[in-house]
């Protein structure tokens, strides 16, 4: 495993076409990437991240030309709207695949997952890569999301590089929206900052479901436990009454009271800012030796706050007292 600077992407993207496995960063979180349209690479994503293989990969594309090799033709017009609104950013799409997908990206699904990211590295990553890029979040299975290379490296996967990100872009901080579309119905697979109202304002006439906790669909996103850090993790009930071990994360200042190991993702629980210090905070807690447990503030389940909760719910579920 090596760390390279952006500056030597054209290895890493030669490595990808070749078979190799790549993590590079998105605006969401990082990704371990293998080329595609080729199986065996593809089983190199599963090992590297001890990942159950019935759990289906995001296919990464660069240009919305790809779109049309991925997805069997004609596409539902659905698609295109949402592509056209949504892209590139944090969207995930899912929809009927076409022959040229293997069917371990999709685990057997008849259905593909595509995304189309807005993060320059990533960009110029795929498409030089020449292919389009499988890839899930870059982090040993149910653990952590990376929202930096540090992140990716700690987890000591058997890969072949990571690629540093100038953390120039503001970044989402947690995993895209996916929506499956058929017809004109869309479902939220996976709540993310783009929301169900996002999507209503931008293409009027469109039906989205959002099925939340009720979704019968075996897709590991879903699984109740996920996102957990190696330390338990609870919600805080009580703030007056944490233990001294505990380190404490907190999305909206409480004046008066100081804490030994408190970080804020954000002082006015700010959403926007709230995602994108989420798995951050949560690493540096995991890594804090003073820390042997750790305390979380919820957030109001509205909007952003739904795939935030989503998150909290299961890096926490496996914890809960
Ligand atoms: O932001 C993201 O989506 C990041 C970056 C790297 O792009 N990727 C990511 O991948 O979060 P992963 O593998 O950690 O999560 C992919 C989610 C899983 O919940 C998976 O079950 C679902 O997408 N998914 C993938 N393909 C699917 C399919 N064909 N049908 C239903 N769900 C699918
Ligand atoms: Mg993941």
Redesign the pocket.
């Known amino acids: 495993m090596e760390i390279i600077s952006k500056d030597r992407i054209q290895i890493a993207a030669d490595c990808l076409r070749n078979g190799g496995l790549v993590a590079f960063p ?1 605006e ?4 371990l990437g293998a080329n595609a349209l080729n199986p065996i690479a593809v089983a190199g994503i599963f090992e590297a991240k001890k990942r159950p293989t019935f ?4 296919v ?1 594309i660069s240009e919305l030309e790809q779109l049309k090799s991925l997805f069997q033709q004609p596409v539902t017009p659905l698609v295109m709207q949402l592509a056209e609104k949504f892209w590139p950013g ?1 969207l ?1 799409i ?1 929809h009927k695949k076409s022959e040229i997908v293997p069917d371990i990206v ?1 685990s057997g ?1 008849d ?3 595509v ?1 189309f ?1 807005s993060h320059p590295i990533a960009l110029e990553l795929i498409k030089l890569a020449g292919v389009p890029v499988a ?3 870059a982090n040993l299975f149910g653990q952590l999301s990376p929202t930096t290379h540090k992140h990716v490296a700690k987890q000591n996967m058997n890969i072949d590089f990571i690629i540093e990100s100038d953390n120039l872009e503001k970044t989402v901080g947690i ?2 929206t ?1 929506v ?1 579309v058929e017809n004109n119905v869309c479902t939220i ?2 709540p993310g900052v783009i929301t169900a109202t996002d999507i209503e304002l931008a293409i009027p006439g469109v039906i989205v479901k959002n099925p939340g906790k009720n979704i019968k ?1 075996s ?4 699984l109740k436990s996920h996102y957990s850090p190696l330390k338990p993790l609870y919600f805080i009930d009580d703030i007056n009454n944490i233990p001294a071990n505990a380190g404490i994360i907190l999305h909206k200042k409480i004046p008066e009271i100081t804490f030994r190991n408190c970080i804020y993702t954000s002082e006015t629980e700010n959403l926007l800012e709230v995602a994108s210090n989420l798995f951050s905070a949560l690493h540096l807690m995991e890594e804090n030796p003073e820390v042997t447990q750790i305390y979380i503030q919820k957030v109001v389940e509205n909007g952003i706050g739904i795939a935030i909760m989503d998150r909290l719910y299961k890096a926490t579920h496996q914890y809960q007292k």
């Open positions: 998105t969401t979180v990082y990704g759990d289906p990969l995001i990464h944090p995930t899912v999709t699904l259905e593909v997952a995304r990211p890839a899930p979040s995993e895209s996916v499956s697979l996976r669909i897709s590991p996103g879903l």
